[in-house]
């Protein structure tokens, strides 16, 4: 097997998973991988395992570097099946191993995966010897799991970040430095605003808890190894986290017989006007986890759909459930689009970004489709929304 020597007694064990193209709701077009760590020292520790499916390339690659039986301690970071799938089938050649876990991992894995394991529950500062190098666990509940943590390796200053600083691509080449680095901070940038968002609040609380480590490499759960990069990819997780954003505003929208998309159109055109960036989405043709990725930095969002049985369009009402869940920062908002006899689409748009903790602004309606006067007032309303992002600066 190609097993690459991330570090000296530090091997990538992982599996890259080129076909899995959606992850949850959360398109993977360029794969995911599920990333393992074989530490070889004076004693024998591995970092995670991988999806259950990737067990046996797992085994073999560990098997090519020492015999599985060999290994002293699992560290289970996070318990979720992409990370620790392969547990078991590894347990089973590895039966002393201890397995590290936080307290709510020791009561998760049993539930998962039908097994108890001789488990040693981390906290805040305990440290694992490995002989020439020290693991230094950092418990992050809530990133994204309660579960969930970091580890440090001293020695050779690794940071083990679980899905921190992740992306989800597939690749033959582990490090940052070896890929197209515009498509990696791409897929770190849509990694976080599909998975982190919600939790943007805590994550200047975890890089603190990192802040005064000198770090070589961090090596994620997910995706590519930074190893020349690292300041930048810290820097990015800090304005995302604090909300930095841009003058930008995503309209997204759909439209059953044009109209909500006429009006689209020239709301755009009176974005743009204003001075702001526009982007324009039609979902019923568009990626939802695009539009999260284009929202993260945006200042704005204008969604716009067509009143059907009182209500707004199901693509619309799809994009606004996964925002719930998201719950995107310092964003204004509002909501616009036509109906026919009657409305609702528009109230139950704004209720959606209401509780995604959006700052709804006053939508705009039309009757049938826009005439003249109409699209003259879909103008004013873009122009104005941007002006108001304009003076957020």
Same mark, same amino acid.
């Given at each position: 097997?190609?097993?690459?020597?991330?570090?000296?007694?530090?091997?990538?064990?992982?599996?890259?998973? &080129?076909?899995?193209?959606?992850?949850?709701?959360?398109?993977?077009?360029?794969?995911?991988?599920?990333?393992?760590?074989?530490?070889?020292?004076?004693?024998?520790?591995?970092?995670?395992?991988?999806?259950?499916?990737? +067990?046996?390339?797992?085994?073999?690659?560990?098997?090519?570097?020492?015999?599985? !039986?060999?290994?002293?301690?699992?560290?289970?970071?996070?318990?979720?099946?992409?990370?620790?799938? +392969?547990?078991?089938?590894?347990?089973?050649?590895?039966?002393?191993?201890?397995?590290?876990?936080?307290?709510?991992?020791?009561?998760?894995?049993?539930?998962?995966?039908?097994?108890?394991?001789?488990?040693?529950?981390?906290?805040?500062?305990?440290?694992?010897?490995?002989?020439?190098?020290?693991?230094?666990?950092?418990?992050?509940?809530?990133?994204?799991?309660?579960?969930?943590?970091?580890?440090?390796?001293?020695?050779?200053?690794?940071?083990?970040?679980?899905?921190?600083?992740?992306?989800?691509?597939?690749?033959?080449?582990?490090?940052?430095?070896?890929?197209?680095?515009?498509?990696?901070?791409?897929?770190?940038?849509?990694?976080?605003?599909?998975?982190?968002?919600?939790?943007?609040?805590?994550?200047?609380?975890?890089?603190?808890?990192?802040?005064?480590?000198?770090?070589?490499?961090?090596?994620?759960?997910?995706?590519?190894?930074?190893?020349?990069?690292?300041?930048?990819?810290?820097?990015?997780?800090?304005?995302?986290?604090?909300?930095?954003?841009?003058?930008?505003?995503?309209?997204?929208?759909?439209?059953? &017989?044009?109209?909500?998309?006429?009006?689209?159109?020239?709301?755009?055109?009176?974005?743009?006007?204003?001075?702001?960036?526009?982007?324009?989405?039609?979902?019923? !043709?568009?990626?939802?986890?695009?539009?999260?990725?284009?929202?993260?930095?945006?200042?704005?969002?204008?969604?716009?759909?067509?009143?059907?049985?009182?209500?707004?369009?199901?693509?619309?009402?799809?994009?606004?459930?996964?925002?719930?869940?998201?719950?995107?920062?310092?964003?204004?908002?509002?909501?616009?689009?036509?109906?026919? &006899?009657?409305?609702?689409?528009?109230?139950?748009?704004?209720?959606?970004?209401?509780?995604?903790?959006?700052?709804?602004?006053?939508?705009?309606?039309?009757?049938?489709?826009?005439?003249?006067?109409?699209?003259?007032?879909?103008?004013?309303?873009?122009?104005?929304?941007?002006?108001?992002?304009?003076?957020?600066?």
């Amino acid at each position: 097997m190609n097993n690459v020597e991330i570090a000296s007694g530090v091997y990538y064990v992982g599996a890259v998973d &080129w076909n899995l193209k959606d992850f949850h709701g959360y398109t993977t077009p360029r794969g995911v991988t599920y990333n393992s760590y074989l530490i070889v020292d004076e004693k024998i520790c591995l970092i995670d395992t991988v999806k259950s499916p990737f +067990a046996q390339e797992l085994i073999e690659r560990i098997s090519g570097i020492v015999d599985p !039986s060999k290994i002293d301690y699992i560290v289970t970071n996070h318990i979720e099946p992409d990370h620790a799938g +392969a547990l078991p089938a590894l347990m089973k050649l590895a039966p002393n191993a201890k397995v590290y876990v936080t307290a709510q991992g020791k009561e998760g894995i049993p539930k998962y995966y039908g097994e108890q394991y001789d488990f040693q529950v981390v906290r805040e500062g305990d440290v694992l010897d490995l002989g020439q190098n020290k693991l230094h666990f950092i418990p992050l509940p809530m990133l994204h799991w309660p579960d969930s943590m970091a580890c440090y390796l001293d020695g050779v200053q690794i940071l083990f970040s679980n899905d921190a600083f992740g992306q989800h691509i597939s690749t033959t080449k582990r490090f940052d430095d070896e890929n197209d680095m515009q498509v990696v901070l791409y897929e770190a940038a849509k990694y976080y605003a599909n998975i982190l968002m919600p939790f943007n609040r805590l994550i200047e609380k975890a890089l603190n808890k990192t802040a005064g480590l000198p770090i070589q490499m961090i090596a994620p759960s997910h995706g590519i190894v930074w190893r020349k990069h690292i300041s930048e990819i810290i820097k990015k997780y800090q304005q995302w986290g604090q909300g930095v954003t841009t003058e930008k505003v995503i309209v997204a929208y759909d439209s059953m &017989w044009g109209g909500t998309e006429k009006m689209a159109r020239r709301i755009l055109d009176g974005l743009a006007a204003a001075g702001v960036e526009g982007k324009l989405y039609r979902m019923s !043709s568009s990626d939802r986890s695009e539009v999260v990725w284009d929202l993260l930095e945006a200042r704005g969002v204008l969604i716009g759909s067509s009143t059907l049985n009182n209500g707004m369009l199901p693509t619309m009402g799809a994009l606004l459930v996964y925002l719930k869940g998201l719950r995107p920062a310092n964003k204004m908002a509002a909501a616009f689009g036509a109906y026919g &006899w009657g409305g609702g689409a528009q109230k139950e748009i704004e209720e959606y970004l209401t509780v995604s903790g959006m700052n709804v602004e006053p939508g705009l309606t039309v009757k049938w489709t826009a005439n003249n006067e109409e699209l003259e007032a879909c103008f004013a309303f873009g122009f104005e929304f941007g002006q108001k992002v304009m003076n957020k600066a």
